[in-house]
Nanobody, 116 residues
């Protein structure tokens, strides 16, 4: 069973930055997995924030384009989400996703709170 551990969340003022990390373990296939960041705000559905496939292709939610950057370090089996110019509406629990073939694995989530 793939294990994903997120870190880096916290409380930040609007306009500030945070970098989230997601470390994967118990997998030999990190390099061919698609990695993604999703978020879920209270009372809302979970939504895609950013995703990177094994070839390095990325896609972002329109709401974060130009502010967030996803990256990965295959040697460390870690995916990152650099979040700049944070807004109040970015407040949510952020989840890491590992996807390979038809299987998905999720981390436990990390809280990001942006104060206005």
């Amino acid at each position: 069973q793939v294990r994903l551990v997120e870190s880096g969340g916290g409380l930040v003022q609007a306009g500030g930055s945070l970098r989230l990390s997601c470390a994967a373990s118990r997998t030999l296939f990190f390099t061919i997995a698609a990695m993604g960041w999703y978020r879920q705000a209270p009372g809302k559905d979970r939504e895609l924030v950013a995703r990177m496939d094994s070839g390095g292709n990325t896609n972002y939610a329109d709401s974060v384009k130009g502010r967030f950057t996803i990256s990965r370090d295959n040697a460390k089996r870690t995916v990152y989400l650099q979040m700049n110019s944070l807004k109040f509406e970015d407040t949510a629990v952020y989840y890491c996703q590992y996807a390979i073939s038809s299987r998905e694995y999720w981390g436990q989530g990390t809280q990001v709170t942006v104060s206005s």
